[in-house]
T-cell receptor, first 111, second 113 residues
């Protein structure tokens, strides 16, 4: 089992819709979770961090965490073509040392 | 505040040559990470340093790979000899102590022919 798992996609949504990206992790002791966005040919950039169970909202983005189910998700409301990118879920492993990334989900928002 | 700085941005070399990738972390960051990204394997952690000391190099694929961090503001990743399968984008990233997130450099795209 991989430490961090994501569906590779592509996830295709129409402009204006809600995009839902999911991630599961294997380390029950993990406490910190991050979503990164990576445009083609660019480096990953942090868009959300979440540390507690529940929802965290930032603009059009909402991160959801359920530690009991070892599940993290990212919702993007009012999706725009500019949101088309690969979204990487990342989880700290071994305490606050190694940040392990999932393989990423490719999102395509079409007009 | 300057971000993580990597050089070169692109490197094309022939099989068997030595390759050195360079990284300057964000000032004040205690951790430095080297990742490799390919389509097939995604983003793989190669090695990370805490306060200039290598902590975990279990991701380094072979003895051909080595990394150093002689001081808090500079790190190198060296491949000797390079092989075509080493072709990838290599990212350096840094962060503070605790549960702070990683900040990535722009990466070095390495092509070994």
């Amino acid at each position: 089992q991989k430490e961090v798992e994501q569906n590779s996609g592509p996830l295709s949504v129409p402009e204006g819709a809600i995009a839902s990206l999911n991630c599961t992790y294997s380390d029950r002791g993990s406490q910190s979770f991050f979503w990164y966005r990576q445009y083609s040919g660019k480096s990953p950039e942090l868009i959300m961090s979440i540390y507690s169970n529940g929802d965290k909202e930032d603009g059009r983005f909402t991160a959801q965490l359920n530690k009991a189910s070892q599940y993290v998700s990212l919702l993007i409301r009012d999706s725009q073509p500019s949101d088309s990118a690969t979204y990487l879920c990342a989880v700290f492993s071994g305490g606050y040392n190694k940040l392990i990334f999932g393989a990423g989900t490719r999102l395509a928002v079409h007009p | 505040d300057a971000g993580v700085i990597q050089s070169p941005r692109h490197e094309v070399t022939e099989m068997g040559q030595e390759v050195t990738l360079r990284c300057k972390p964000i000032s004040g960051h205690d951790y430095l990470f080297w990742y490799r990204q390919t389509m097939m394997r995604g983003l793989e952690l190669l090695i990370y340093f805490n306060n200039n000391v290598p902590i975990d190099d279990s991701g380094m694929p072979e003895d051909r790979f080595s990394a150093k961090m002689p001081n808090a503001s500079f790190s190198t990743l060296k491949i000797q000899p390079s092989e075509p399968r080493d072709s990838a984008v290599y990212f350096c990233a840094s962060r503070r102590q605790g549960d702070s997130p990683l900040h990535f450099g722009n990466g070095t795209r390495l092509t070994v022919t």
